[in-house]
């Protein structure tokens, strides 16, 4: 694994636009040649009609957590542990409620075995509450026949304050043969506790590049490769010389077995699945089997913040 130092900074955030696109822009239309009313187009907000026209024919897993477990996108069933329950006030519609040893299990698609690229987004909210401060909190994780974190999203233990930082490690195990493999960066999410905020994590296969982001902002994450520095976005190697960028992933010697939401695998660096739950709620989960790109994010932050 690769070691970072926990420093708590941040880059400057970055908030970037399409040039030519409004913020709550709507499409002019005309009347009908029979001289009724046409139907208007769809308000655009940041350039999409809603979250789920976002790189839609790239999106391979999704959960809306609308009173149900079940993804959407290949309709994966889920596997409960404990009694899930959901909270009324989600983003859009309703969201996961998190408790202690309550989370959920799926087996993966074959589209998880082909990734080379990723991004993985969600929606949390934590509370501010004593109950938080010991425990690290599993979001996502996807497990592979001989490695538990082929990817992975977790929250670490927090100060209990409300709109405190939050330290979060989201990574990746590239199991296919350079000398690193195991990807695990750190970056930190600022006021971020007591009140939604949009996280994302993307790597780009094609140009070594991996990102995070806060609310649509790039923000700083520290590697092996950045001497302590909280940069975006990071360049990925194959090994400490830098010398050879790390290019597309592959799963494909130990193909992905199992998803667990809203926990760690259990036994996975001595973790407990029931122990390490996640306590706050989630929404709007999504993972694509490319890089969003920062318009795209956008997108998504913009029209998860519309409830749409």
Known sequence: ????KTVKSKLPILFIMAAGIGLFGMVSCSKSSSGGGGTPPPVLIGGYASSDSVAASNLIAYWSFDNTMTEKVSSLSATDSGTVTYSTAGVRGQ?????????????????????QSFTISFWYKLPANQTQLTKTQGVFFLEGSTQQNLLMVEIEPYAAVSLDSVRIHPGFNDIGGPAYQLF???T????AVNKWVFFTVSYNGGTSTYTTYEDANPTGANTAFT??????????YTDGTMATPLGNLSFTSGPPTKIDLATWPDGLFGQSASSNSFLG????????????????????????????
């Open 188 to 191: 930190f999410d600022t006021l």
């Open 184 to 186: 695990v960066p750190e």
């Open 227 to 236: 001497s302590g520095q909280y940069i975006t976005p990071d360049l990925m």
């Open 1 to 4: 694994m690769m070691c970072m």
């Open 95 to 115: 969201a996961y409620q998190g408790d202690s040893g309550v989370y959920a299990t799926y087996t993966p698609g074959s589209a998880f075995g082909a990734l």
């Open 281 to 308: 709620q989630l929404d709007e989960l999504r993972v694509f089997n490319k890089a969003l790109t920062q318009l795209e994010v956008t997108g998504l932050f913009l029209n998860g913040q519309a409830g749409r």
